[in-house]
């Protein structure tokens, strides 16, 4: 069974910078995207950032790019999401995923595996 915990969260001014990992097991990866997404307040959870473990290929929200970058460790079986320029509309719940198959990469939907979540929040 695939279990997947992310850590990392924390409170942040703006401007500022957190790592979040997520570390993932009980599966064979390879064939897998590894996504993050958030969730607000009143709002639905949305994409952020996904990386495909075979070949690295990364996707990202419009509002993230040039901020965040999502990476793996292989070795680790880990995914991280380094954030900089942290902004208060980053201010949610950050949670890590998995699926295989990288069709529809942005429908939270699409991914089975959750990890339990990690507040980011971000102050002005």
């Known amino acids: 069974q695939v279990q997947l915990v992310d850590s990392g969260g924390g409170l942040v001014q703006a401007g500022g910078s957190l790592r979040l990992s997520c570390a993932a097991s009980?599966?064979?990866?390879?064939?897998?995207?590894m996504g993050w997404f958030r969730q607000a307040p009143g709002k639905e959870r949305e994409f952020v950032a996904t990386?495909?473990?075979?070949?690295?290929?990364?996707y990202y929200e419009d509002s993230v790019k040039g901020r965040f970058t999502i990476s793996r460790d292989n070795a680790k079986n880990a995914v991280y999401l380094q954030m900089n320029s942290l902004k208060p509309e980053d201010t949610a719940v950050y949670y890590c995923?998995?699926?295989?198959?990288?069709?529809?990469?942005?429908?939270?939907?699409?991914?089975?595996?959750w990890g339990q979540g990690t507040q980011v929040t971000v102050s002005s």
């Open positions: 995923a998995a699926r295989v198959g990288v069709y529809d990469y942005r429908s939270s939907l699409r991914y089975p595996y």
């Open positions: 009980g599966g064979t990866f390879n064939s897998y995207i």
């Open positions: 990386i495909a473990w075979s070949d690295g290929t990364t």
